[in-house]
T-cell receptor, first 115, second 113 residues
């Protein structure tokens, strides 16, 4: 079974600083990879996804993520954080092939932004 | 399109009571899911459905039941509510293509006292 590890429970950055949120996965092959964001009291919104091809994927709100097969990682980055980025971020994986719609989520990283 | 809607937004139950969490999507998605979210634990899949009349268990199905009589609706039933079922419940849906985005509803916050 696949698993997802987000090593950082809580990260605090200053507005305008760069951001990197870590995600490592365990799976026998390359899975489908996702980053979701959850604002307080809200549902989850997809930031970006990786299925195949270019390992650097661009998402909404200025976020990007890089898939590194050798490190089993899919880290999320943003060059300059805005106060509105304060939220909880979840990495998720789905297995390649039949049944790939079943997502496994990491435990999340809460991002705080200092004005 | 309203997307995925869930009712109610909040509910307090007493131990042993039953209730149904409603979920409706208007995107004609085949796949629908129920997750629960507990603090610091991410989301866990309770049940999912690949189409009307077809449901299957996820990671944490005990204490819950589902049905899928239409493409649009996927209600989650709690029988004999327990404090361990205090959580935030999210419904989601996706199209039949492999690995595509799941669209989430706003959630139902349930407290069992």
């Amino acid at each position: 079974a696949q698993s997802v590890t987000q090593p950082d429970i809580h990260i605090t950055v200053s507005e305008g600083a760069s951001l990197e949120l870590r995600c490592n996965y365990s799976y026998g092959a390359t899975p489908y990879l996702f980053w979701y964001v959850q604002s307080p009291g809200q549902g989850l919104q997809l930031l970006l996804k990786y299925f195949s091809g270019d390992t650097l994927v661009q998402g909404i709100k200025g976020f990007e993520a890089e898939f590194k097969r050798s490190q089993s990682s899919f880290n999320l980055r943003k060059p300059s954080v805005h106060w509105s980025d304060a939220a909880e971020y979840f990495c998720a994986v789905a297995p390649w092939g039949a049944g790939s719609y079943q997502l496994t989520f990491g435990k999340g990283t809460k991002l705080s932004v200092i004005p | 399109n309203a997307g995925v809607t869930q009712t109610p937004k909040f509910r307090i139950l007493k131990i042993g009571q039953s209730m149904t969490l409603q979920c409706t999507q208007d995107m004609n998605h085949n796949y629908m899911y129920w997750y629960r979210q507990d603090p610091g634990m991410g989301l866990k899949l309770i049940y999912y459905s690949v189409g009307a009349g077809i449901t299957d268990k996820g990671e944490v199905p005990n204490g819950y039941n589902v049905s899928r009589s239409t493409t649009e609706d996927f209600p989650l039933r709690l029988e004999l509510a327990a404090p361990s079922q205090t959580s935030v419940y999210f419904c989601a849906s996706s199209s039949a293509d492999r690995g595509v985005e799941q669209f989430f509803g706003p959630g139902t916050r349930l407290t069992v006292l």
